[in-house]
């Protein structure tokens, strides 16, 4: 151990720092208690500073103990400003955390002092975090801490999982709630407390929210949420130190971590932006397009089996489009439509199609006016709602009701007549 | 001893003779009760209780008590302690003064027997667990500190699911469902508790009319097989329809009975203080017509 170099002393530290605040940061944020964990950083400044006071020498065990009373200390503080006043909870913290903050710096100012003796202590390290400060003892106060809350989650995964979920739930179940969320915040503060000198006050909150945020983006389980977050927070302690060379190492890891965020939040599956545009565009150009054959559909129905040849203007005063002209392009491409000229016909392909869509169309209509109660002028646009969006095992479900009640064709092929007239809106 | 007490012996010698084959009993599981017919013990019991929160009293010297084997509505306008009734039932308010008893002993020596389900709005919906997860919870409470559901309890939430009709959405994230759906998950959440005395607070509040009657069948099963109901219901229309007992609550008790003696208008405008609309009262006087 003590043959490490210091950047490599530095990387395990970071990343183990990094792993640990991940895993006990998810359940923060599950918790709506993100904001502890930054309360917790700044108000553990004052208590640092008199811990040096007292003992005189920058032990870092020392400190973290002073840090970890001044920062239970503005909990209770908190508990008490919400419970006795009508203060909100994020105003109490922002209070606290602010005094403490000033009373810090104060402290801070004062022990800078010449004669003091604290110039050269390396308490600013608190502030903004001084990776290259580790020593090897620090290292193995990381590493038991790591082992620690490790343990701790993976024996009351369950417990804290059901806790988060629905607090409620468990103590009627006879968990005992109140405590088990002390442990979570306890081990949510001895994170925070031995990663102050590593990457400082604000980064710590960032180590504490960003790794869960950006993991939650991946993954709708719990135990994978953890593994992510513990991951990213280590890949991010990695990448920061090795490539921020030069530059103020705790805010290096920070910005590595924000990028693994931004880059989630735009292109991770289902929950990023770009998906979920994607997803729009494509159910948007969907219901365009089933819109568009339905009305095919009903514009030759008269003349059916002969597929009409129907004008332009026909389609487009039949109801409202948005792009025609790219909606009948796309239609002919997949062979559901000739053009020729000013005029599109169905295919028999595009028959096909049109005809189960309006089937599906008028069963709908048909069971809301039934069984909502809806309006029969109303009804048309409801189901326009709503069928794009079902699932084709309810349709056929509502298939088989409806012919119980004998309400369908007796050619289940055939489309039903509208119940209501079809015409220009 | 007087006949009560026999009775409440009684009952409490059953369950600890077929709880253990409830963990293991997969086809059993819900055809589980044994009373002796024309027998009924006491499900729920409530005594003197008055809660408080920050010292303004919610409910003021309640008494009641429900007989094993009803599905009871607890109704009252908004404000009248519904909820914190059920909550203190569970223990989860604390109580100012009186006591509540279930199956004859308190709440913390019983809670096993007990399955809840909370409003819909108390939790996170987006929070990162499957379908399966949240009904693996309803577990939790047999399985004690540390241990991890196994596959005994993964067959007991694929049952529970069956019987709400969620099976396909086992592994869904719960945010992808519907309001009606995320109500049957909870459902088969207090399912999986396997108890005999359910309190279910608002489970058809923002559900649609399938998932509604789903969970009334589901309930008269339930009522079936000898457990025990109480639900919070905001709906006077469907009262006399759902319920065999109903609680009347307005922060104190106005009445508690069977609905055919207790859900009278008197009791109803006590209850709501004249805040009965003229529209519920002519829906009631078309019903009284109907039904004879």
């Known amino acids: 151990m003590t043959g490490l170099s210091l950047t490599e002393k530095v990387m395990i530290g970071t990343a183990l720092l990094g792993g640990m605040s991940g895993v006990i940061g998810s359940f923060a944020v599950l918790r709506g208690r993100a904001l502890v964990g930054d309360m917790l950083a700044h108000a553990a400044l004052p208590g640092v500073c008199l811990a040096f006071l007292i003992m005189g020498s920058k032990n870092m065990l020392g400190l973290s103990l002073g840090a970890l009373a001044s920062g239970l200390l503005a909990i209770a503080l908190v508990t008490m400003i919400v419970r006795w006043t009508r203060t909100k909870e994020d105003a109490a913290i922002g209070i606290v955390l602010s005094t403490f903050f000033g009373a810090g710096v104060v402290l801070l100012s004062v022990i800078q002092k010449p004669g003091v003796g604290g110039s050269k202590a390396g308490l600013n390290s608190y502030l903004f975090g001084e990776p290259g400060n580790m020593l090897t003892g620090d290292l193995l106060l990381l590493a038991g801490v790591a082992l620690i809350v490790l343990l701790t989650v993976g024996l009351l995964f369950k417990e804290f999982k059901i806790v988060c979920f629905d607090t409620d739930f468990a103590q009627s179940q006879g968990w005992p709630t109140l405590r088990l969320d002390l442990v979570m915040m306890a081990s949510l503060a001895v994170v925070t407390i031995v990663g102050l000198p590593i990457v400082g006050v604000i980064l710590m909150t960032a180590m504490i929210i960003l790794p869960p945020a950006t993991a939650r983006f991946w993954t709708n389980r719990l135990h994978v949420m953890l593994l992510l977050a513990g991951l990213f927070g280590i890949a991010a302690a990695l990448l920061g130190t090795r490539f921020g060379r030069g530059l103020p190492t705790g805010a290096a890891i920070v910005l590595t971590a924000a990028s693994f965020f931004l880059l989630s939040l735009l292109f991770a599956p289902q929950r990023g932006i770009v998906a979920r545009l994607v997803a729009e565009y494509r159910l948007r150009k969907r219901i365009a397009r089933e819109h568009l054959l339905r009305s095919l559909y009903e514009l030759s129905e008269s003349q059916l089996p002969q597929l009409a040849k129907l004008e332009l203007k026909t389609i487009r005063d039949y109801r409202y489009w948005r792009a025609l002209k790219n909606l009948l392009q796309d239609a002919a491409e997949a062979g559901e439509i000739v053009r020729s000229g000013e005029t599109a016909q169905l295919t028999p392909l595009g028959l096909r199609r049109a005809a189960k869509l309006t089937k599906a169309h008028r069963l709908w209509e048909m069971y809301m006016m039934q069984h909502v109660g809806i309006a029969s002028d109303h009804v048309d646009r409801d189901a326009d709602d709503v069928e794009h969006l079902l699932p084709e095992g309810l349709l056929i479900e509502l298939e088989q009701q409806l012919a119980t009640e004998g309400r369908l064709p007796d050619v289940v092929e055939e489309v039903p007549h509208s119940p209501h007239k079809i015409g220009a809106e | ?292």
């Open chain 2, 1 to 292: 001893m007087t006949n009560d007490e026999i009775i409440r012996g009684h009952s409490s010698l059953r369950f600890v003779i077929f709880l253990p084959s409830l963990t293991v009993g997969a086809r059993r599981f819900f055809i589980c009760h044994s009373g002796v017919s024309g027998m009924s013990s006491i499900a729920f019991e409530i005594h003197d209780m008055t809660v408080a929160y920050q010292r303004r009293p919610v409910l003021w010297d309640i008494d009641l008590t429900i007989p094993e084997g009803n599905l009871v509505g607890i109704v009252g306008p908004n404000g009248a302690g519904k909820t914190t009734l059920i909550k203190a039932a569970l223990g989860l308010v604390p109580l100012a003064s009186g006591k509540v008893e279930i199956y004859g002993k308190s709440y913390s020596e019983q809670r096993h027997l007990v399955g809840y389900v909370p409003q819909r709005e108390s939790v996170d919906w987006d929070f990162p667990v499957t379908v399966r997860d949240v009904v693996l919870m309803g577990t939790y409470g047999r399985l004690g500190w540390f241990r991890r559901p196994g596959k005994a309890e993964r067959e007991i939430a694929e049952q529970c699911l069956e019987q709400v009709g969620m099976s396909a959405f086992a592994n869904r994230q719960i945010r992808q469902l519907s309001g009606g759906q995320q109500q049957r998950v909870f459902l088969a959440r207090a399912l999986a508790q396997d108890a005999q005395l359910y309190f279910l607070d608002e489970p058809f509040a923002g559900v649609d009319a399938a998932t509604e009657s789903a969970i009334i069948e589901l309930l008269h099963t339930l009522r079936s097989s000898g457990k025990t109901v109480l639900v919070v219901h905001h709906d006077l229309q469907t009262v006399r329809e759902y319920f065999d007992h109903v609680i009347l609550l307005n922060m104190r008790l106005v009445a508690c009975g069977p609905v055919d003696t207790t859900f009278s208008n008197e009791n109803l405008q006590q209850t709501y203080g004249g805040r009965l609309t003229i529209l519920d009262e002519a829906a009631e006087a078309m019903r009284q017509r109907d039904g004879q």
